[in-house]
């Protein structure tokens, strides 16, 4: 039984070591970039900065048919990369006007998103013209974005899964390890039921 327990506790040893090695550099983007996001609001961290530009550009004739053939016209147009998202056709709706009742045209939106910034399109139709904002972000918007994984495709979603698994992981791992190698079990209960009933209460009050 000793040996098995030996055998059982190198093995865990090695899993833990190798996972926490796997997720040590994302483990650092992520930590650091959490802790700028979780204290954004309240310290009024300046970090995540956005630079914003507004153009109108003229359409050509004939104009796109469609929202989807307007915005695959803009990233021909403007050099657009990311591909096309959360692209919207609204259509003409009647609207009050204080006692009249006016006729709203149809209306086509769309954006372009990365981690370092995005562009927004948005176009009144019969217009001439569709209007376009930029946002472009300094660093620290970029390494926030990256950890919200806005604009990500589906590798990173699948890497960042993977840290979270060995996140899970190792605290499983963990866990056992101090109840397999520790005697004092009593004081490791109490801290853990402490942190549980913490992390349990400020959520419920936040809610």
Known sequence: MTQRRAVFLKWLRKTHGWIGLWGAVLGLLFGGTGILLNHRSVLKIPAAQTQESTIELPLPQPAPADAKAMASWLAAELHIKQPASRVK???????????????????????????????QFDYWVGNSFVSVKRNDNNLFGTLSNLHKGTGMGVAWILLVDTLAGSIIVLSLTGVLLWALMTRRRMVGTAIASVAMITTVGLALQAM
């Open 89 to 119: 056709a609204e259509p003409a709706k009647p609207v009050g006007w204080g006692d009249q009742s006016l006729i709203q045209p149809a209306r086509w939106s769309g954006a372009y998103t990365s981690p370092n910034g995005g562009i």
